[in-house]
């Protein structure tokens, strides 16, 4: 890997409803009608309009990503994916990587330069950090090797525990 790839991603500790980047990731639901965690906070930051824009949508599968006017957060959009319900087969590793994959094509359509993503999946969906972090790193710096729309991701962690192991693998890529 170019090992200049890695260097257009980074580690925040934090909200992610606060951040001014072209977009946020929302780990949603299927129903994209908000929820707990990030998803209830960017629902909550974003305001009704942004629930009235998901009621058009009609949901969305795991894997996949559906995109949104921002409202009252400081991003110009939202993406909304779903991630799997961990269950330890191969097939959530498959499902959390189309959640990047497919979030970072809706940014690069939607010319979104900077793209900040939650720890998708590991909330209540039970992802092992580890795990999902080697996922969603390796998927971004994938995309990123051979998308040069995109200039900035940013992966932010509400918890200390979860940023130190983002730090942790991020640190690594870097170094090669």
Do not use: W
Not at 46 to 54: D, I, R, T, V
Not at 90 to 107: I, M, T, V
Not at 129 to 158: H, M, P, R, W, Y
């Amino acid at each position: 890997m170019n090992n200049e790839v890695p260097k257009r991603i980074e580690i925040h500790q934090g909200d992610i409803t606060t951040l001014a980047v072209d977009a946020i990731v929302n780990a949603a639901n299927r129903t994209l009608r908000g929820g707990g965690g990030v998803d209830g906070a960017i629902h909550r930051k974003a305001g009704p309009q942004l629930l009235a824009e998901c009621k058009t949508i009609g949901g969305c599968p795991t894997g996949e990503a559906r995109i949104t006017r921002g409202y009252n957060l400081p991003a110009k959009f939202v993406i909304h994916t779903v991630g799997p319900i961990y269950s330890g087969k191969p097939k959530d590793a498959h499902l959390l990587e189309q959640c990047y994959r497919n979030s970072l094509a809706l940014a690069v359509a939607h010319q979104a330069a900077s793209v900040a993503f939650p720890a998708i999946s590991c909330g209540v969906y039970g992802y092992p950090i580890e795990d999902a972090c080697q996922i969603a790193l390796n998927t971004a710096c994938d995309v990123l090797a051979t998308e040069s729309g995109i200039a900035k991701v940013l992966f932010v962690l509400f918890s200390d525990s979860d940023f130190q192991v983002y730090r942790k693998h991020l640190k690594a890529l870097i170094s090669g």
